[in-house]
């Protein structure tokens, strides 16, 4: 770099930022920023004079107080400016020149030894060359330094400012004073003090310095993060009242269209009962002049003849002009037409009943506790909570909040509520459904939607109760030995029972009154109604695994099994699908109604257990597993989601799952055969209710379930070989 160049720079840096001068007698504030004594004390005579006790400093604002001395004369001064100050000394004329330290002359500086670390005047210089001992040191005249030069001179050694060692480096570091020592102080003032050598003692608190600033440098970063998202806020702030704001003006905007339409509307109507009666006045006007026309050209005929007095035309027109009159003064006088009264009724006067909400709320935050996971029955009082939350998820109370819930009817018809405010962020929503069916809940907090809302609440009418059984052990009619399966056709109400040791499937009545048997080659394991009523049958240990009958009993065909390996439970999904339970590669596997195309196989992660039994229902996948004490769930593609359940016995916990069934209020229905009850599950999970009690007692073992077009569970209990129906 140029040397010219390097002490513009210099110059730069040891610029006053108050006075934009070369600083002089620089101070240091405790925020590390140096200024010119005189500024300083500048700055701070014109804050007394406003009567304040700090200043600020003028690079980054912290506030200092001012000291009682009126002067920042203790303030520590800056070493790396006073060094710039003396090398810029040496370039500027203007400034104070260095004075030769070699002599006692005081004469200006006209050179620098390097290996003396002395300034030198013009003799000192000559004596210098002249010297044996110094004449080979580098020297360097101050008209003709170098950049080299100027940075060496900013590095050069400090000599100490005590008397009489101002020749002597500051080599040293006295631990027990923190001050920099000479030789010489070493054995003056510090002789049995601790001291270690100025390099070292740098470089171990230079380590210190550099942790310091290793840390300071990752609060930078932690804060220039906060900068970005809270510019990002305040962007996002922005664009948020803009909309709010065009949201306001669109609303404006289309009540004042709509008012204008409205008035449009009026004036017709207006104009309309105008005509109308204006037409009645015109026809009833048009009756009166036709009257009085008549009887003013009566009178003017009678007055003339009367005038004239001729005694014939008296006598030839009496009788006429006396039935004339007659016949005018007989004449129906028309009423007067009595316009009605037309008024302008406002019977509601426009009102917005608009604001502007300022809050801290963030209607995408917040939530509804409870909602989901309640059985809510008819005319039961139900309740959940509405918790308010700010952008960062923590629960925020703000007095202006608007929370608003509507619950409507399956007719459409509003439930009413209750809100009660608890004046820390939750709103308790109580409400009494009136009737059963899906409710539609919809909430709102300032205006915007809650996350998931509106939600659909199914409100249940009753609970299962216990209706009748039918069947017992044996090998007669009527009777069970071995049931695997059951299932209930939509059409007929037929109830189809699977017996693998009487290698036979009985049909019965919606009331279980026997009606037909079927005789199967080979075990039916598991069977389901079709559509069209038809009644598939799996016999997994045959040569043809799949078969169709009627529901009558007669076989129609046979169904291509070559995607099969072990089967061991079927069902049909609302589409038609076939969904078979695989035991030998653990797979679920999806069929096309006609079972010629594999459409989807799939299995649970990590899990090696048998399945048991797979349904499906609104896009999901519901699976037991009889080893694993759960029922798993997965998504329309085959993706495992969750698990639902547990090895136990308390609610929701299960030692057996088997039969699996969708109830027609979206419930979950499980078989816990060796808890010996089902247990109701909303679809996402939670468990709601259980089916236990006296008529599962005795070994009762619910093992299969199905349900009938009007809601009725029908149970299979394996150990005591019955049936029973629960409405």
Same mark, same amino acid.
């Not at 001395?69 to 400034?95: I, K, Q, Y």
């Not at 009367?306 to 007659?326: K, W, Y």
């Not at 419930?667 to 006296?694: A, E, P």
């Given at each position: ?5 390097? +002490? ?10 108050? &006075? ?16 010119? #004594? %005189? ?8 804050? $007394? ?14 506030? +200092?107080?001012?000291? *009682? ?21 040496? *370039? ?24 003396? @670390? ?56 006295? *631990? ?46 932690? =804060? ?100 004339? &009159? ?28 608009? $604001? ?51 619950? #409507? ?51 249940? @009418? ?150 048991? =039994? ?50 027609? =209020? ?23 209710? %259980? ?26 209990? +394996? ?9």
């Amino acid at each position: 770099m140029d040397v010219q160049q390097l +002490f513009k720079n210099l110059k730069k840096e040891a610029e006053c930022p108050l &006075c934009i001068e070369t600083v002089t007698n620089p101070k240091t504030l405790p925020c590390l920023h140096s200024f010119c #004594l %005189k500024c300083l004390d500048r700055h701070a005579n014109f804050a $007394r004079r406003q009567l304040k006790a700090t200043i600020k400093c003028p690079v980054c604002q912290t506030s +200092f107080q001012i000291p *009682e001395t009126d002067t920042f004369e203790n303030l520590p001064s800056s070493f790396h400016l006073n060094r710039l100050v003396d090398v810029l000394a040496l *370039e500027d004329g203007s400034v104070q020149s260095q004075r030769c330290n070699s002599c006692d002359e005081n004469n200006t500086t006209t050179c620098y030894c390097f290996v003396c @670390q002395d300034f030198l005047c013009a003799s000192c210089f000559e004596a210098h060359q002249r010297l044996k001992a110094t004449r080979g040191h580098r020297n360097v005249l101050m008209d003709k330094l170098q950049a080299q030069d100027v940075q060496e001179l900013i590095h050069r050694p400090v000599m100490c400012s005590q008397q009489y060692h101002e020749d002597q480096p500051l080599e040293f570091y006295c *631990e027990d004073c923190k001050v920099l020592i000479c030789h010489k102080c070493t054995v003056v003032s510090h002789d049995r003090h601790s001291k270690t050598d100025t390099q070292k003692a740098a470089q171990e608190q230079k380590m210190q310095m550099a942790d310091a600033v290793a840390k300071v440098k990752a609060e930078i970063v932690r =804060y220039e993060s906060e900068i970005k998202k809270q510019t990002d806020l305040r962007n996002k702030n922005k664009i948020e009242i803009l909309n709010e704001e065009k949201k306001m003006t669109d609303t404006v905007e289309k009540l004042i269209r709509d008012l204008r339409e409205h008035e449009r509307k009026m004036k017709d109507k207006f104009r309309e009962i105008y005509e109308a009666e204006q037409k009645h006045h015109a026809t009833r006007l048009e009756n009166f002049e036709l009257v009085a026309t008549q009887l003013k050209s009566c009178f003017e005929r009678c007055q003339g003849i009367l005038e004239r007095n001729f005694s014939v035309e008296i006598l030839q027109t009496n009788h006429a002009i006396l039935r004339r &009159c007659n016949e005018l003064l007989n004449v129906r006088k028309p009423d007067l037409y009595m316009s009605p009264h037309v008024h302008y009724l406002v019977e509601k006067k426009l009102d917005l009943m608009d $604001r502007v909400v300022v809050t801290k709320t963030d209607p995408s935050k917040c939530l509804a506790e409870g909602q989901d996971s309640m059985d809510v029955k008819e005319r039961k009082e139900t309740y959940f909570v509405i918790v308010t939350k700010d952008s960062e998820g923590f629960q925020c109370y703000q007095q202006d909040d608007k929370v608003k819930v509507d619950i #409507l009817t399956p007719e459409g018809d509003q439930v009413k509520t209750d809100i009660k405010d608890t004046i820390d962020g939750k709103y308790t929503v109580t409400y009494t459904p009136q009737g059963a069916g899906q409710h539609r809940v919809e909430i709102r907090v300032n205006g915007e939607l809650l996350t998931g809302s509106p939600w659909i609440v199914q409100v249940h @009418q009753h609970e299962y109760q216990f209706a009748f059984q039918f069947g017992s052990k044996g090998k007669g009619r009527g009777e069970f030995d071995g049931v695997y399966d059951i299932d209930v056709s939509d059409k007929t109400g037929t109830i189809a029972v699977a017996e693998v040791r009487n290698k036979r499937i009985q049909l019965f009545s919606s009331e279980g009154k026997f009606r037909s048997e079927l005789k199967i080659d080979g075990e039916p394991w598991s069977l389901a109604f079709t559509d069209s009523g038809d009644l598939l049958t799996l016999v997994p240990r045959s040569g043809n695994k799949l078969r169709v009958f009627s529901e009558e009993g007669h076989f129609i065909k046979h169904i291509n099994d070559k995607h099969l390996d072990e089967p061991c439970r079927l069902s049909i999904a609302s589409d038609g699908r076939i969904i078979i339970a695989d035991w030998s590669d653990k797979k679920i596997k999806v069929l096309s109604p006609d079972g010629n195309d594999l459409l989807q196989s799939f299995s649970a992660p990590d899990c090696d257990k048998n399945l048991f =039994y797979a349904i499906y229902h609104q896009n999901k996948f519901f699976v037991s597993y009889y080893l694993a004490n759960c029922v798993k769930v997965f998504d329309k593609t085959g993706v495992y989601l969750h698990d639902i359940g547990c090895k136990g016995s308390n609610d929701g916990q299960f030692d057996g799952p088997c039969g699996l069934v969708i109830d027609k =209020y979206n419930r979950l229905i499980v078989c816990d055969s060796r808890n010996h009850r089902l247990q109701l599950f909303t679809l996402s999970g939670k468990f709601l209710s %259980k089916i236990d009690g006296q008529y599962f007692k005795n070994g009762f073992l619910p093992s299969y379930v199905a349900i009938n077009s009007d809601g009725s569970l029908i149970i299979d209990d +394996f150990f005591n070989s019955r049936i029973s129906v629960f409405h």
